[in-house]
């Protein structure tokens, strides 16, 4: 059975739903540190679980028969630089306690999300390739650095089938995101509905890798289940779909609500932003387990729009 840590979140919410779609209700259990998020918490099993007490945890998964762990708590990076240690403490020990497990027995398997907050201004900037110069400068690109180097670890070390992919910002109308510096292509569409306009709080012209939700789900379902021997990569995969910047993202809004507009007040989270890639290189990802993004950026416009409005109306 599978265990997702985190699940009220905004990719642990999409993929308990997947999940659940694929292996049936009862064969995947919700977790997260509240009930903060009302329809998948009522949509199967759920259980409260503080991701940093590993007692309860591993209570959890033998109650549960649980074998494959999905961790998807964490702080994301505009966050993790107003609360630097509680980001270090949340996003290590969350990681620590399922490895551990692994190592124990106790489970066989773990997906652990990284992301393109591992690279830092002195990365390439543009097709950033899956081995390179590493430095981020965000609390939470440490963590994920870090996290990537203890997956290998307890791969080499302890033969743990720990799996990671660097996902890009990524966009979905389901469950908003929480404290992330991408959330920008988030917002953007649901005030784009409510009043045709938006601040932005990144700059015009500041690209960043970033993909469409479904294809995210999509990508970690296929690493989850290649063979074994076909994860060549136990540090983390880069994966990406597309990039853009806030000026192509209003210009593609337009197509669907021609008076729409942008204004840009950058704060602090653009210069968490110039620190990452514009876009990065997957071809590991796409030779291993034969990986291909499918949203395009006007797709991803037209299924935003489609989707809020519907949720309005139902909201
Ligand atoms: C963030 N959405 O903005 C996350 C993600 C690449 C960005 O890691 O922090």
């Known amino acids: ?84 240690m509680k980001a270090w403490d949340l996003n290590m020990q969350s990681l620590f306690h399922v490895l551990n497990l692994a190592k124990g027995k106790a489970i066989k398997k773990i997906f652990w999300p990284s992301s393109i907050a591992v690279f830092g201004p002195t990365t390439p900037k543009n097709n950033t390739p899956q081995r390179t110069v590493m430095e981020p400068t965000t609390v939470y690109g440490i963590t994920k650095q870090v996290g990537e180097r203890w997956c290998e670890y307890y791969h080499e070390k302890y033969n743990v089938d720990v799996r990671s992919i660097r996902y890009p910002g ?20 649901h005030e784009a509905l409510k009043k045709e306009s938006y601040e932005c709080f990144l700059s015009e012209k500041t690209a960043l890798p970033m993909m469409y939700m ?28 597309i990039s853009f910047t806030p000026d192509e993202i209003a210009n593609s809004i337009r197509k669907e609500i021609p008076n729409f507009k942008i204004s840009y007040q950058p704060d602090f989270r653009q210069s968490i932003a110039d620190t ?40």
């Open 170 to 189: 990524l966009i979905s109308w389901k469950t908003l995101p929480g404290g992330g510096t991408t959330d920008y292509a988030v917002e953007i569409y």
């Open 1 to 84: 059975k599978i265990l997702i840590i985190g699940a009220c979140g905004q990719i642990g919410s999409e993929l308990t739903y997947k999940l659940r779609e694929i292996y049936g209700n009862k064969n995947v259990i919700a977790s997260d540190i509240n009930y903060n998020n009302v329809d998948l918490v009522n949509s199967g099993t759920f259980e409260i679980i503080d991701a940093m007490d590993y007692a309860s945890l591993k209570i959890c998964c033998e109650k549960h028969n649980i074998d494959t762990v999905y961790l998807m708590a964490a702080i994301l990076s505009a966050t993790g630089e107003k609360y630097p």
């Open 276 to 315: 990452w890639p514009s876009s990065i290189d997957d071809t590991e990802a796409q030779q291993d387990w034969n990986w291909k993004h499918k949203f395009d950026l006007d797709a991803i416009t037209k299924e935003m729009l489609t989707n809020l409005k519907e949720k309005n109306k139902t909201s």
């Open 214 to 241: 479904d294809d995210a789900i999509d990508a970690t379902v296929k690493l989850m289940t290649a063979k074994e021997e076909d994860v060549k990569i136990r540090s983390s995969y880069n994966l990406a779909g």
